[in-house]
């Protein structure tokens, strides 16, 4: 317990990242889902930069770096076209962008 | 040689097309014409294969193509024309291209003309693949073929709920027969190895008694069904609901002679089954007088000549079963002509009666319709079997045979039938054209048919006079391949007597017919009512006791099985539909197009692959852990 | 010792923060949270030795995507709570359960690859942000440079996508021309 192992930053990524889904199936709000994808995003990040130590390898860090810029520029489009639907209809809840229906 | 086998065999079939292409049309000649004259040139074909079998020629085989090669089986599309089957073709050809010519008279205002003709050249095509047939599949082919064309001309008038009820029985009856001799082709097959006819036969002799006789009996209860013999005769005398030429090529000449054909043919196999035999001969005596007690007292004219034709066949299975093939066939050649006759001129009374079928409402006729009135009754004399016409020489010699056979019952039994034979067919002539005018009340004018009609029955009456010098010539051709038994009666004194008895005690019989009908007729109220004449009227109620006793309840099984098939099969195949439908209506929950429901269902699916991945990763520790957990499984 | 206390107290924290998160009712108190949780996690990386990855987790995320959420939330005015429908927590809970579960299981395992080749081997001796530079600018150039190319982009998108009355440059305009109308909490430019 005391010895920190690849294992239990795995655990913790795992715990998060399943937190992270309770928000995704939760949330019905688009915003509020955006920020659970950020929490499932994080996750990930823990578990490569674990890795990469435990390992002793730069890949996983690389590939941590590189989420980290999707991320933000995902962010970005995801709020320019939460803006632009916003002014169409005026509602961001998920139960009324049924048009996708049967 | 084999060019007219070809021509003969397949010109009906041309026919048939031909007046096919018009079937949904309004009548035109052409389409009568066309198949007569195609049937004549089968005639003329046939007649050629005649005079080259009997001028000593060699008996024509032909193989068209390999119909099944599978295995061990081997059965092909061949022909063979013999001795027997060129007798049998003669026949054919004859009665049915003067059926057809009179029929163009006949059907001359009906409105399923073309489409009549087009059947009956089917028909004759049928029949002739059965006779030339080498093999007994190509003889089912023809069998089953006939049948059908019985059902298609019974039915003609498909719109007289009676015709199609009868065509129904016909065809049914039929079939329940054809199973038989199926079962009967199997057993063949079964021992034989083969289905041709010469091979079969040949291999018969190695066999056992025990299986022999089954095979005979199995092909003999086909073929009572074809020949109605009972109990399959009921529907002979209510196929009398289709047009009369049908009667008259049909049951009188053609299929039901299949039966007797059948046995003739296979007189190899009989021939080693004595007893068998003995059967055939006693069952066709009794329908013989079966038959004949019912047409004494029948109200219809068809149907008494129907019966007419049920008794002599009878006769037919006399002789074949006795042994006598060629006696056997003979009278079918005979008796096909006089029958013939009987028929069209029985449909030229219809026509002048107005479709009116009771004798006592006729009379007289004589004087309207000479032509009709002269040629009924030579073809009745024919068959009361007075010398010199056909009869004679073809009907007293099975009652010779039955005689020399040393089966002096059967012998009695178709004495006595001979006597009814001439009474009824004299009672219909001497009721019809005789006696007091009873029609005239009625306001029916009879007038005689078109004269085109007349000349074409005009070969049949006298083929019905000079068939008998026809003996000795058809003796010497068919003995060659049917066992040449002559039948002698060692004294001259007895042969004598039997003759010229048999000749007086018809001639009483023709003499009584007369006193009783040849003059004014009145229903006989008191007569009607004596329980044997409405035994045998009813035909001694065994339609009655078919419909209650098999028909019934067979419609009580088929409802039950309908409710099984409703409950069962359909409940099956609509549940499994349902549950598909149902699975797909469940399913479109998933796709209400809400993002929360589908990211769910993403969480779903991510947990099914992670599972597969668990369990494939770790598939040997899983199984190791499961042998070892539960010790029955693996090892 | 250290680092055992470390990872657990950041451990706790950051669940808890990511959880209410997920759970609360209130937007802000969800943004907020976030941006705690993110900021833990960095310390997780300073902990795995990943120096220069921490410091970009706190800037690019917790500076700029947090405040870019900021400004999410005050243009779709969500400072009021949230009205959820809330769904069937069984299923949401047990669902992501179960997959926590699977994953430690298919984690935790005792299946240890061996041969693994290692690509970019850690250098102990160079500083964190040295190697990173390293590696990054040599063998990591293209996705870099793609990377950039991709931000440029999403830039750009933003900008059209959340833009008002971009035909007329305000720069170029005179003085007189700009008329600034007020309107409730909205500046409006004509």
């Known amino acids: 317990m005391m010895e920190i192992g690849l294992t239990h930053y795995l655990v913790l990524s795992t715990l998060l990242f399943g937190i992270g889904l309770v928000g995704v199936m939760r949330r019905t709000n688009l915003l509020m889902l955006f920020f659970a994808t950020e929490i499932l995003l994080n996750s990930v990040n823990i578990a490569f930069a674990a890795i990469s130590h435990y390992y002793n390898d730069f890949a996983g860090q690389m590939f941590a770096f590189f989420v980290i810029a999707i991320a933000a520029s995902e962010v970005a489009v995801g709020l320019g076209l939460l803006i632009v639907w916003y002014k169409r209809t005026g509602n961001i809840d998920l139960m009324t962008m049924t048009s996708m229906k049967g | 040689m084999e060019m007219y086998l070809y021509i003969a065999l397949f010109s009906p079939l041309v026919g048939s097309m031909f007046a096919a292409l018009f079937g949904a049309n309004k009548k035109t000649l052409w389409a009568g014409l066309i198949p007569s004259a195609l049937l004549f040139t089968s005639f003329v074909s046939s007649t050629i294969l005649l005079v080259h079998i009997m001028s000593g020629g060699d008996v024509i085989h032909v193989e068209l193509m390999t119909w099944m090669a599978t295995g061990n089986l081997y059965i092909p599309f061949g022909f063979v024309v013999d001795q027997v089957s060129v007798t049998m073709m003669m026949v054919v050809t004859t009665v049915s291209t003067i059926v057809h010519i009179y029929s163009i008279g006949y059907m001359d205002h009906d409105k399923g003309f073309n489409r009549f003709f087009s059947y009956l050249s089917a028909f004759v095509f049928s029949m002739m693949i059965l006779v030339m047939s080498d093999n007994f599949a190509g003889l089912f082919i023809g069998w089953e073929g006939v049948g059908l064309c019985s059902w298609l001309l019974i039915g003609f008038w498909y719109h007289k709920e009676v015709a199609t009820w009868s065509a129904n029985e016909a065809f049914i009856m039929n079939r329940v027969a054809d199973l038989a001799m199926l079962i009967g082709m199997f057993l063949v097959y079964w021992n034989t190895g083969t289905l041709q006819y010469d091979e079969a036969f040949a291999a018969m002799p190695a066999l056992d008694n025990h299986t022999l006789t089954i095979m005979g009996i199995f092909l003999f209860i086909g073929a009572m069904g074809k020949s109605a013999q009972f109990p399959f005769h009921t529907w002979l005398a209510d196929a009398m609901e289709g047009p009369t030429p049908v009667s008259a090529l049909i049951h009188a000449a053609t299929m039901v002679t299949a039966g007797v054909y059948l046995v003739v043919r296979a007189n190899p196999l009989y021939d080693l089954i004595p007893d068998v035999g003995l059967f055939i001969a006693s069952l066709g005596a009794f329908v013989a007088m079966y038959a004949a007690s019912m047409a004494l007292v029948n109200r219809d004219m068809k149907r008494i000549i129907a019966y007419s034709t049920l008794s002599q066949l009878g006769y037919m299975f006399v002789a074949a079963g006795l042994g006598a093939y060629w006696v056997a066939l003979f009278h079918l050649m005979a008796h096909a002509f006089f029958k013939a006759l009987l028929f069209l001129g029985a449909g030229n009374v219809m026509h002048a009666m107005h479709d009116e079928l009771d004798p006592f409402k006729m009379g007289n006729l004589g004087k309207a319709m000479k032509g009709t009135?002269?040629?009924?009754?030579?073809?009745?004399?024919?068959?009361?079997?007075?010398?010199?016409?056909?009869?004679?020489?073809?009907?007293?010699?099975?009652?010779?045979?039955?005689?020399?056979?040393?089966?002096?019952?059967?012998?009695?039994?178709?004495?006595?039938?001979?006597?009814?034979?001439?009474?009824?067919?004299?009672?219909?002539?001497?009721?019809?054209?005789?006696?007091?005018?009873?029609?005239?009340?009625?306001?029916?004018?009879?007038?005689?048919?078109?004269?085109?009609?007349?000349?074409?029955?005009?070969?049949?009456?006298?083929?019905?006079?000079?068939?008998?010098?026809?003996?000795?010539?058809?003796?010497?051709?068919?003995?060659?391949?049917?066992?040449?038994?002559?039948?002698?009666?060692?004294?001259?004194?007895?042969?004598?007597?039997?003759?010229?008895?048999?000749?007086?005690?018809?001639?009483?019989?023709?003499?009584?017919?007369?006193?009783?009908?040849?003059?004014?007729?009145?229903?006989?109220?008191?007569?009607?009512?004596k329980p044997f004449y409405k035994v045998l009227l009813n035909q001694y109620y065994i339609p009655e006791f078919y419909e209650t006793f098999l028909t019934q309840p067979y419609r009580e099984l088929s409802k039950m099985m309908w409710q099984i098939d409703m409950k069962i099969v359909d409940a099956t195949v609509d549940g499994i539909a349902g549950i598909i439908y149902g699975t797909g209506k469940a399913t479109h929950k998933m796709q209400d197009g809400n993002l929360s429901t589908m990211l769910k269902w993403m969480v779903v699916g991510l947990l099914v692959m992670l599972i597969l991945a668990a369990v494939y990763a770790n598939a040997g520790i899983i199984w190791n852990m499961a042998t070892t957990l539960v010790p029955g499984l693996g090892a | 010792m250290f680092e055992a206390i470390a990872f657990y107290t950041f451990a706790v924290l950051t669940t808890v923060m990511f959880y209410i998160t997920v759970t609360t009712k209130q937007a802000l108190y969800a943004l907020t949270a976030l941006a705690a949780g993110m900021i833990f996690i960095s310390a997780f990386f300073f902990i795995l030795g990943a120096d220069f990855l921490g410091a970009i987790q706190i800037i690019v995320y917790t500076g700029a995507v947090m405040a870019l959420y900021a400004f999410g939330m005050m243009f779709f005015d969500t400072t009021r709570e949230l009205k959820e429908k809330n769904s069937s927590n069984f299923i949401v809970f047990g669902l992501s359960g179960l997959a926590a579960l699977m994953i430690v299981l298919i984690f935790a395992a005792p299946i240890v690859s061996t041969n693994m080749a290692i690509a970019y081997p850690i250098d102990p001796t160079i500083g964190n942000s040295q190697a990173v530079g390293m590696v990054l600018f040599t063998k990591y150039l293209v996705p870099f440079e793609v990377a950039a190319i991709m931000l440029l982009v999403a830039m750009i998108a933003g900008i059209v996508l959340a833009g008002k009355k971009m035909d007329q440059s305000l720069t170029l305009m005179q003085d007189d021309d700009i008329v600034i109308h007020e309107e409730a909490n909205k500046k409006v430019v004509i």
């Open chain 2, 373 to 529: 009135m002269i040629m009924m009754t030579l073809a009745s004399v024919a068959l009361a079997g007075i010398y010199p016409l056909a009869g004679f020489f073809s009907k007293d010699l099975i009652l010779e045979v039955g005689f020399v056979e040393h089966h002096y019952i059967i012998y009695t039994v178709l004495l006595l039938t001979a006597g009814m034979t001439a009474f009824y067919s004299f009672r219909l002539i001497a009721m019809v054209f005789h006696g007091n005018d009873r029609h005239s009340e009625l306001g029916i004018h009879p007038h005689e048919a078109y004269k085109f009609m007349l000349v074409a029955m005009a070969p049949l009456a006298i083929l019905a006079v000079i068939a008998g010098s026809f003996k000795a010539y058809y003796y010497e051709m068919v003995t060659q391949v049917l066992p040449a038994t002559e039948y002698h009666i060692h004294s001259a004194t007895t042969f004598w007597i039997m003759t010229i008895g048999t000749q007086l005690f018809v001639l009483l019989s023709i003499a009584y017919a007369y006193k009783k009908y040849a003059r004014v007729v009145k229903e006989d109220a008191a007569m009607a009512q």
